[in-house]
């Protein structure tokens, strides 16, 4: 029988110093980081920890579906990530595939949760450009989210291609779902006017459903990914050779 003691040194921490070193203490590190830049710059440190409704001075429920947005974006990130690092540790070539496309993913989400977070795509270009010296400044920020979401669309590309036989085996028709949400949610965003009926309803409904529907498939893939994990791991105790459970598996990608 498995010791209680056994179990708990059996997780991602063996003891409470290992907890600290790795965790407790980046985090303070990052917080005084933090605390002396915006210090060097004359911000004070209550605006970088205090919730933005309440720096605002807006009701609790301002921004909720955009935060509930966030929140989907780092499950599927979460998600992803997690079972990539428990497909990588099996040394079926099959795992190995499924490991690479989740974790390429997770990154790839994690990098469009960090964009939506902090509006990356509607700020990156104001150190350089003065939008009041323009006469119509709304197409001015037009123009640079378009380059902005070319890129994106140039990347998901790649990434679609890089990872063709992966998507030919799952359920391809909830993300290509999602991407024609975020497809038409960003036409509206910059072909039409914010003056237009219904303009954000449209606008940011169209993105929460394509947040949701991203969500669906990754976390689609990543339960087919993890059941069949736990079945290979109860055929190793079972036959307890490697190359007769590989025999079992049948290589679709």
């Given at each position: 029988?498995?010791?209680?003691?056994?179990?708990?040194?059996?997780?991602?921490?063996?003891?409470?110093?290992?907890?600290?070193?790795?965790?407790?203490?980046?985090?303070?590190?990052?917080?005084?980081?933090?605390?002396?830049?915006?210090?060097?710059?004359?911000?004070?440190?209550?605006?970088?920890?205090?919730?933005p409704n309440e720096i605002g001075k807006l009701p609790p429920y301002a921004g909720m579906i955009s935060m509930l947005g966030i929140?989907?974006?780092?499950?599927?990130?979460?998600?992803?990530?997690?079972?990539?690092?428990?497909?990588?540790?099996?040394?079926?070539?099959?795992?190995?595939?499924?490991?690479?496309?989740?974790?390429?993913?997770?990154?790839?989400?994690?990098?469009?949760?960090?964009?939506?977070?902090?509006?990356?795509?509607?700020?990156?270009?104001?150190?350089?450009?003065?939008?009041?010296?323009?006469?119509?400044?709304?197409?001015?920020?037009?123009?640079?989210?378009?380059?902005?979401?070319?890129?994106?669309?140039?990347?998901?590309?790649?990434?679609?291609?890089?990872?063709?036989?992966?998507?030919?085996?799952?359920?391809?028709?909830?993300?290509?779902?999602?991407?024609?949400?975020?497809?038409?949610?960003?036409?509206?965003?910059?072909?039409?006017?914010?003056?237009?009926?219904?303009?954000?309803?449209?606008?940011?409904?169209?993105?929460?459903?394509?947040?949701?529907?991203?969500?669906?498939?990754?976390?689609?893939?990543?339960?087919?990914?993890?059941?069949?994990?736990?079945?290979?791991?109860?055929?190793?105790?079972?036959?307890?050779?490697?190359?007769?459970?590989?025999?079992?598996?049948?290589?679709?990608?």
């Amino acid at each position: 029988m498995t010791k209680s003691g056994d179990m708990a040194n059996s997780g991602l921490f063996k003891d409470m110093r290992s907890l600290i070193v790795t965790v407790v203490l980046p985090a303070t590190v990052f917080l005084l980081f933090m605390q002396i830049i915006f210090k060097l710059n004359g911000i004070p440190f209550y605006t970088l920890v205090a919730d933005p409704n309440e720096i605002g001075k807006l009701p609790p429920y301002a921004g909720m579906i955009s935060m509930l947005g966030i929140l989907f974006w780092c499950a599927s990130a979460a998600i992803s990530i997690f079972t990539a690092s428990l497909l990588s540790k099996n040394k079926l070539v099959r795992s190995k595939k499924w490991s690479d496309f989740l974790l390429f993913s997770g990154f790839l989400t994690l990098f469009i949760l960090l964009d939506d977070l902090f509006q990356i795509h509607e700020y990156y270009f104001h150190p350089f450009i003065d939008l009041q010296a323009w006469e119509n400044p709304r197409r001015v920020q037009n123009f640079f989210e378009t380059v902005f979401f070319i890129i994106y669309m140039i990347f998901i590309g790649m990434y679609l291609y890089r990872f063709k036989s992966i998507f030919k085996i799952t359920n391809y028709y909830i993300l290509l779902l999602a991407l024609s949400f975020f497809a038409i949610s960003t036409i509206v965003d910059i072909a039409t006017p914010e003056s237009m009926f219904l303009h954000y309803t449209i606008e940011e409904g169209l993105k929460f459903l394509g947040i949701v529907t991203w969500f669906s498939y990754f976390m689609d893939c990543c339960y087919q990914q993890l059941r069949s994990l736990i079945w290979i791991e109860q055929q190793r105790m079972h036959i307890g050779d490697t190359q007769e459970i590989t025999s079992l598996i049948k290589d679709d990608v």
